[in-house]
Every structure is written in C-alpha cells, then in structure tokens.
C-alpha cells in the first residue's frame, strides 16, 4: 500500500515565507508531485522532483529526499492569492502507475 | 487550448437514479484520469486509461460505478444506481504521458455530485 502525511492546516502572513511537509510510504515510487487547489476550483500543477535536491519555479521550490522518503513545499513572499489547499502526489510505478494524492495542507494567509 | 472539460458542472439526483459524467480531455493528451474527491477522502483516483484502454480501475468503488472511453476525445463516468455516500466532486484529469511523471495532470472544474 502507500500513505502520504501532510499538516492539516498551516496560517502565515502575507510576505512571509512557509514550509509544507509531506512524508511518504509507497512502494515503486518515481517522484513527488506538488498541486494547489483553490477552494472550489480544480487542482494546478505546481511541481516535480524525481531526483534529491531542489527545484525552484519563482516564489516556490520544492523539495525531495528519496533517503528518506520526504519532501516539501517552499512558499516565498507569501500573497494572500497563496491561500489554498495545497497537494503532494507521489508517482507509484509497479504493474499500473499511478499518481496517488495526500490529504491536503490548507494554507491560510494573513494579512 | 480550452482545457480539460466537464459537464455537467453541478448534478442533483435522488438515491437509485442513473448518473452519468462526461469529460473531453485536452486534444492530443492520450491519458485519461478519474478522481473523486470528499473531505473524508480526499482525492482519490477511480479509474485511468491510456490510448482509451481502461489500465487500472482498482479504485472504482464497486460494480455500481463504471467508465468508458469510446474515442480519444470522450469519456463517461456511470453511477447506477447512485447512492447519498456517493456524493462528492468528481474530476476528470489528462496528462500526455500514461502516468502523469513529469508530465502534470490537468483537471477539469469538476462535477458537484448531490444524490439525496
């Protein structure tokens, strides 16, 4: 089977800079995808990392820990317009891939 | 680029009527994703197909949910009969790779289910 853990809620201000974790459990895994939902829209895709380190796209980066089956979200210069749930999805190869989503992290930002 | 599109967009039905979800996927994009989504489950992914080919629908709830792909442009998501648990978004994603590496999947609005 395969387990994705995330806060539930994070609260930051406006300019500030916040963190999302995302611990994962699979077997035959192939990368670590990021999603930022607005409430009542549709999933966007933000990022992927296959390989340890850091991947950086404007005010965010993501990042990835095979060793240790961890990874993050990095929000910079935070505006209100970042308040959204945000998703890890992690890539599970074997016999049918498979791209398998967290619970969500609700980011609330303050002004 | 018109995206991925659902319809319809909100669906009221009572308990032991037919339901069915449509989806057009982004033109060229060969792989097909069903999600459905609760604040209890969060995401969860129904069924997926490459090609139109259905390659994994492990997650279809039970022998009441069931999808087709009759053409690359075209999709259904069937409920019959459909039931008050059954209430949830459902979402309709294609990516241009079978698997959605590195290749990001892209969602449609969505179909607010409501069964009472």
């Known amino acids: 089977g395969q387990s994705l853990e995330q806060p539930s809620e994070v609260t930051a201000v406006e300019g500030a800079i916040v963190q999302i974790n995302c611990t994962y459990q699979?077997?035959?895994?192939?990368?670590l995808s990021w999603y930022q939902q607005h409430d009542g829209g549709a999933p966007t895709f933000l990022s992927y990392?296959?390989?340890?380190g850091l991947e950086e796209t404007g005010r965010f980066s993501s990042f990835l820990s095979r060793s240790d089956s961890y990874g993050y979200l990095l929000l910079q210069e935070l505006q209100m317009k970042d308040s959204a749930s945000y998703f890890c999805?992690?890539?599970?190869?074997?016999?049918?891939?498979?791209?398998?989503f967290g619970t969500g992290t609700l980011l609330a930002v303050q002004p | 680029d018109a995206g991925v599109i659902q319809s319809p967009r909100h669906e009221v039905t009572e308990m032991g009527q037919e339901v069915t979800l449509r989806c057009k996927p982004i033109?060229?994009?060969?792989?097909l994703f069903w999600y459905r989504q609760t604040m209890m489950r969060g995401l969860e992914l129904l069924i997926y197909?490459?090609?139109?080919?259905?390659?994994?629908d492990s997650g279809m709830p039970e022998d009441r949910f069931s999808a087709k792909m009759p053409n690359a442009s075209f999709s259904t998501l069937k409920i019959q009969p459909s039931e008050p648990r059954d209430s949830a978004v459902y979402f309709c994603?294609?990516?241009?790779?079978?698997?959605?590496?590195?290749?990001?999947?892209?969602f449609g609005n969505g179909t607010r289910l409501t069964v009472t």
């Open positions: 994603a294609s990516s241009s790779r079978p698997t959605g590496v590195r290749s990001p999947l892209h």
């Open positions: 699979t077997s035959g895994f192939y990368g």
């Open positions: 990392n296959a390989l340890d």
């Open positions: 999805a992690v890539m599970r190869g074997g016999a049918t891939n498979k791209l398998i």
């Open positions: 033109s060229g994009h060969n792989s």
């Open positions: 197909f490459n090609n139109n080919v259905p390659i994994d």
